[in-house]
């Protein structure tokens, strides 16, 4: 259910809309979970990379799948971005790298937020990512890095976002 929570005095923060997701876990493990993948820790409600530690003890906690794992199995897309313009052509290495390097930092925090596949065709890429914010954010780093022009679109009904960046 979406909304909004009340915190510290004065302060909200807006509730994430779980229901129409439907790669989130159904049911919670009792204790801590390893997605078999990726091994991603499943924690507290949370999802987040695992320490040295739990990486050595990896059999002894229960064994799932991530939603982004599973995501990217059945190639079940959250965000497109689209890359063209012939600034692409000529800086085509630089501008992959910075986007793998907005997918490792973003994974620290959210290991649920990758990216599923790049496809390159002609004078155009299309990078395919688990969730929409994900696709906003590298929509985002373009724009920072290399200025241009970056369009945004959103569906209404199942929350997947479209980012087109030209130069």
């Known amino acids: 259910m979406k909304g909004t929570r009340k915190y510290l005095a004065g302060t909200t923060k807006k509730a994430i809309d779980t ?11 009792e204790e801590m979970a390893m997605c078999t993948d990726c091994s991603a820790v499943y924690q507290h409600k949370r999802w987040r990379l695992p320490t040295e530690e739990e990486l050595e003890k990896k059999e002894s906690y229960a064994k ?43 994974r620290y925090t959210n ?12 004078d155009t890429i299309e990078i395919t990512t688990t ?6 954010r590298i929509g985002r780093v373009l724009h920072k890095a290399f200025s241009g022009k970056v369009e945004y679109k959103w569906s209404d009904d199942v ?3 479209r980012v087109t960046w030209t130069r």
Do not use: W
Request: with cysteine.
């Open 19 to 29: 229901e129409k997701d439907p790669y989130l876990l159904k049911m919670e493990p």
């Open 64 to 106: 799932v799948v991530c939603p982004a794992c599973q995501k990217i199995r059945d190639k079940f897309a959250g965000g497109y971005v689209t890359l063209r313009g012939e600034f692409l052509k000529d800086h085509k290495e630089e501008i992959l790298n910075l986007i793998r390097n907005k997918e490792e930092r973003a």
């Open 131 to 136: 969730t929409d914010k994900f696709a906003q």
């Open 159 to 161: 929350k997947i976002a």
């Open 111 to 122: 290991p649920l937020e990758r990216i599923i596949e790049i496809n390159e065709s002609g």
